[in-house]
């Protein structure tokens, strides 16, 4: 038996929710707690109900929804409704709606798996106001709420967020987890000196220190692995007048990996890099990790699943680690867990610019259903395959 | 005839204008225009008058000293009373002190050389109140006052504030002009992106192209010449987040070299590496020259017979150029000029472990005096050789 969702339904439903806190300039402004959130919330629960579902919200503003009646334990499927501040109107809300849209198709159908799915809208992921201590609040407050023991397991599906996907030609893909990342502040004293009188052989330099640390990283990652990434946001030395040789320094950085075992490798040899150059430069440097979020491993039998699934509906499909933190990388902890990702267009985000071809958006919804399927069925991916 | 001043007046002067300004930190707060600095000119007006001397102050507060009656034309000798905030006890008052104790032991025996020399104590060289537009104000002032057409030469003594004599043992330096210096701002535009969903090859960092230029300054200069400097004294990213790939960056940097073709070679190439660099990390680049001092090259005879007096009282001796900027820059544009100096321990200045041996700087003012007959004796460095 195949089932399909309403592709008309789900883009207008899209186009709905992102009028929702929609700004002049293109952007969408929906931060978790604005009014514009509060109304999203609100039309979530009328989109619940008007097609038969119940809604109901739990004590942190998670929206929920499911067929009355029904008793779990349930598939958890969404993502997060709200946005950071001039957003797009694809990331968290593709999700929230691609799931109702399942779940409705499955309702309206009849289908007695509908009975083993919840959908939900998770509050405050981005984690941009002050006190929401970094995000995925919504998805945190659940996994401490005895609901979370009557789930069975978790699927959102989300955009890709970055541009991997677009500029391959790869229109699903099965993510198989979080990268870890881990935050470093690091700090060069050197000695302040005349930028004139003080010839090169005689300074202490903590600029060169931190300039040539912050030139090094992308070679670290790409030596270590592939797929690890890193980035250096920030950068200042002291006094900062040019011409004074700067006596201290201080960068900000960032890795992200697959595995914390990679993520260890790396750690290392930033610390041997950073103490090379600091030698050479005649300065002492300290690298303090000032945070440091595991990677997310997603269950093996779910991923393989969606892979299946995903392999059954386009040729163009990966398997591929996330390299953007995700509400599933919390529910990951808890219950059986897996994602799916369409791409992004041009690979922008957290922008107006943010786009997936409406195509796109129908295939990652169908999929969606058709790993919802699967799963309640209790079908392995050999089966699905065959 | 053999004259030797009097180490233990010119000592005890240093300690004297040392006392005025001396502050808790163990440095000198003697900043132009401060009381300090009104009271080390009038100290300096005593000075003069008890040694039997005339002295006057120009518009602008320049004190000058000389023989009552002395007609010209005089060749001037001096430096500047004024310190940074917490300067060391001896930049500039050094000079200053110097000169008076040259011209008075002349005075004092009854040298007819007397009347052709005027001493002087430039005002505001360091020029770090507000509106002093760069220092050397009291010497660019001379320069554009009648004064200055009465000039026949101008001879400095000071402290080389660098290490570079102190750590090769060199106890004399003739100075051969002062380094050109030009300072740029360089601003780089690149693309603000996620660091986690970006990857290297997609990215725009401007980050990465500030970097990877400040880090290559220090091999563009001693590629080109073993004399030319270089420093990156302020850099910064925009936004400045750590997961965020910097979409603008900003850099302040400064060349000295001892001529101006040596700096045209030194811009060119850093030109050309900042925009390879920029092509190569997918980003513009834009270098501004915000401030271009030209070197100045100081008289050749009058260096030569630095140069051999100097050398006929030390064998530790060497003709150098300046790096740090002088008054003896903007008189050397209008009268014959020449620089002495003495070594720096430790290479330290403009601050309060600025110091220099006791019998180094008896002897810099010994030699400053031998300079003195000599020029006004017309003497050519090969009689004095001889």
Redesign the interface.
């Known amino acids: 038996m195949s089932l399909n969702i309403s592709a008309e339904r789900l883009l207008a439903d899209l186009t709905h929710l992102a009028q929702i806190g929609s700004g002049a300039d293109g952007g969408i402004h929906r931060v978790a707690g604005s009014a514009a959130d509060f109304a999203a919330r609100d039309w979530l629960d009328k989109t619940l109900r008007c097609a038969g579902l119940d809604s109901h919200r739990d004590p942190v503003g998670n929206v929920f929804g499911r067929v009355p009646g029904s008793s779990g334990p349930w598939l958890l499927m969404g993502s997060h409704a709200d946005t950071v501040p001039g957003g797009g109107r694809l990331d968290g809300a593709y999700g929230v709606i691609a799931a109702i849209e399942v779940l409705r198709t499955l309702h309206e159908a009849g289908h007695p798996a509908a009975e083993q799915i919840e959908v939900v809208a998770f509050w405050d992921e981005e984690g941009v106001t002050a006190g929401s201590g970094g995000g995925l609040v919504g998805s945190s407050a659940l996994c401490r709420h005895p609901h979370v023991e009557e789930l069975s397991g978790y699927l959102e599906l989300h955009i890709?967020?970055?541009?991997?996907m677009d500029?391959q030609g790869i229109e699903l893909a099965a993510v198989t987890g979080i990268?870890g990342?881990r935050?470093?502040e690091v700090t060069v004293q050197g000695e302040e000196?005349?930028?004139?009188?003080?010839?090169?052989s005689?300074r202490s330099?903590a600029?060169?220190v931190?300039?040539?640390t912050?030139?090094a990283l992308?070679g670290i990652?790409?030596r270590i692995n592939g797929s690890v990434?890193g980035?250096?946001?920030?950068?200042?030395?002291g006094p900062?007048?040019?011409?004074?040789?700067?006596g201290s320094a201080r960068l900000?950085?960032?890795i992200?990996a697959g595995s914390d075992e990679i993520l260890d490798r790396v750690d290392r040899r930033l610390r041997e890099v950073l103490a090379r150059i600091a030698s050479e430069e005649g300065c002492t440097a300290t690298l303090t990790e000032t945070s440091a979020k595991p990677a997310a491993h997603f269950d093996a039998d779910l991923v393989d699943l969606v892979d299946a699934v995903c392999r059954r509906r386009s040729v163009r499909t990966e398997r591929m680690v996330s390299?953007?933190?995700h509400d599933a990388s919390v529910l990951s902890t808890r219950v059986p867990t897996a994602m799916l990702f369409v791409p992004?267009t041009g690979?922008f985000?957290?922008s107006a610019r943010e786009d997936t071809p409406d195509h796109l958006l129908v295939l990652g919804a169908q999929a969606l259903l058709d790993s919802a399927l699967a799963v309640v069925a209790g079908r392995v991916p050999q089966q699905l395959a065959a």
Request: proline share 7%.
């Open positions: 890709e967020q970055g541009p991997r500029s990268v990342v935050r470093y000196n005349h930028a004139g009188t003080t010839p090169f005689a330099d600029g060169r931190a300039s040539r912050a030139a992308q990652c790409q990434i980035n250096v946001g920030a950068v200042s030395f900062g007048a040019p011409n004074v040789v700067p900000e950085a960032e992200r390299y953007a933190g992004s690979g985000s957290h």
